[in-house]
T-cell receptor, first 114, second 107 residues
């Protein structure tokens, strides 16, 4: 069964450093998403991406965050200057279309900011 | 934020059916009802979705009320592996998670 692949599985970074989280969505999917989950809390929507641009973003997705699809396969989330509160699991998801199809999630990247 | 209401937790016995309820009284005509689950230390996993009619797949069944203001996810025979947080989400190109229902399955 096709999978959404995320790398790395765990990243430790110093506060103030830039990090890039990588995702390879399922190849024929058109919509891409980033979510995050702080330990013990609910899954929070960050951003949706379609046709090479952001469709929607939450209030969490401020100027420190950016997304990119640099080639035909990768979908990245960049955090420019990490803060301690950015420590969380970050999940990438993709779907062929939006509402009428299930989303496939990756296994996540655990980001630890020290 | 999430526009659904679910019980915080439910318990079930292994090999018995489980009915997980969800209220979504403010659902709009274009909202699809999605269910996901999250096993411990894993990412969310798609379970099932529907619009108006009841749906069945290999994982579960989804029963949707005629007025669409509520739905029920049915696991026909719970296993220990089904212990997870189950999320009912209204999706209209914008999918937001709530707190979900934590299902405990007792042997």
């Amino acid at each position: 069964e096709p999978e959404v692949t995320q790398t790395p599985s765990h990243q430790v970074t110093q506060m103030g450093q830039e990090v890039i989280l990588r995702c390879v969505p399922i190849s024929n999917h058109l919509y891409f998403y980033w979510y995050r989950q702080i330990l013990g809390q609910k899954v929070e929507f960050l951003v949706s991406f379609y046709n090479n641009e952001i469709s929607e973003k939450s209030e969490i997705f401020d100027d420190q965050f950016s997304v990119e699809r640099p080639d035909g396969s990768n979908f990245t989330l960049k955090i420019r200057s990490t803060k301690l509160e950015d420590s969380a699991m970050y999940f990438c998801a993709s779907t062929p279309r939006a509402a009428n199809y299930g989303y496939t999630f990756g296994s996540g990247t655990r980001l630890t900011v020290v | 934020d999430a526009k659904t209401t679910q019980p915080n937790s439910m318990e079930s016995n292994e090999e018995e059916p489980v009915h997980l309820p969800c209220n979504h009284s403010t659902i709009s005509g274009t909202d699809y009802i999605h269910w996901y689950r999250q096993l411990p230390s894993q990412g969310p996993e798609y379970v099932i979705h529907g619009l108006t009619s009841n749906v069945n797949n290999r994982m579960a069944s989804l029963a949707i009320a005629e007025d669409r203001k509520s739905s029920t996810l049915i696991l026909h025979r719970a296993t220990l592996r089904d212990a997870a947080v189950y999320y009912c989400i209204l999706n209209n190109n914008d999918m937001r998670f709530g707190a979900g229902t934590r299902l405990t399955v007792k042997p």
